[in-house]
Nanobody
Framework: QVQLVESGGGLVQPGGSLSLSCAAS????????MGWYRQAPGKQRELVAT???????NYADSVKGRFTISRDNAKITVYLQMNSLKPQDTALYYC???????????????WGQGTQVTVSS
C-alpha cells in the first residue's frame, strides 16, 4: 500500500522559515509529479508548488520567491523550504503525488495526512 508521510510543520513567527518533507513508501512502480497544497480554515485547498520527475517546478504566485520545492528521487521524498513566512501562509499543508503502484497500469493521486503550519507572533 502506498503512503505519503509529511513532517516538519509547526509554529513560526512572521518572517521566519520552516522546511517540510514528504516521503513516499510502499509498492511503487513510478512517481510523476509531486507537490504541496494547503488549506486554510474556511477556504478551499489550493496549490502551493509542484515538481515534475525531471525537476520542472511550478509555484503559486503568492509563494514565488519565498518557497522552494525540491525532490530526491532516490529517497522518494519531496521538500518544501518556506522562507519569509507570513500569517496568511497559515494552513494545513498536504503532500500530493501522482503514483503508479506496482502491479497497476494506471496512476492515481495520493495525499498525505497533512501537517499544520502556523505563522503568528
Amino acid at each position: 500500500q502506498v503512503q505519503l508521510v509529511e513532517s516538519g510543520g509547526g509554529l513560526v513567527q512572521p518572517g521566519g522559515s520552516l522546511s517540510l518533507s514528504c516521503a513516499a513508501s510502499g509498492s511503487i512502480f513510478s512517481i510523476n509529479t509531486m507537490g504541496w497544497y494547503r488549506q486554510a480554515p474556511g477556504k478551499q485547498r489550493e496549490l502551493v508548488a509542484t515538481i515534475s520527475s525531471r525537476g520542472i517546478t511550478n509555484y503559486a504566485d503568492s509563494v514565488k520567491g519565498r518557497f522552494t520545492i525540491s525532490r530526491d528521487n532516490a529517497k522518494i521524498t519531496v521538500y518544501l523550504q518556506m522562507n519569509s513566512l507570513k500569517p496568511q501562509d497559515t494552513a494545513l499543508y498536504y503532500c500530493n503525488a501522482d503514483i503508479r503502484p506496482q502491479g497497476f497500469w494506471a496512476r492515481s493521486d495520493y495525499w498525505g495526512q497533512g501537517t499544520q503550519v502556523t505563522v503568528s507572533s
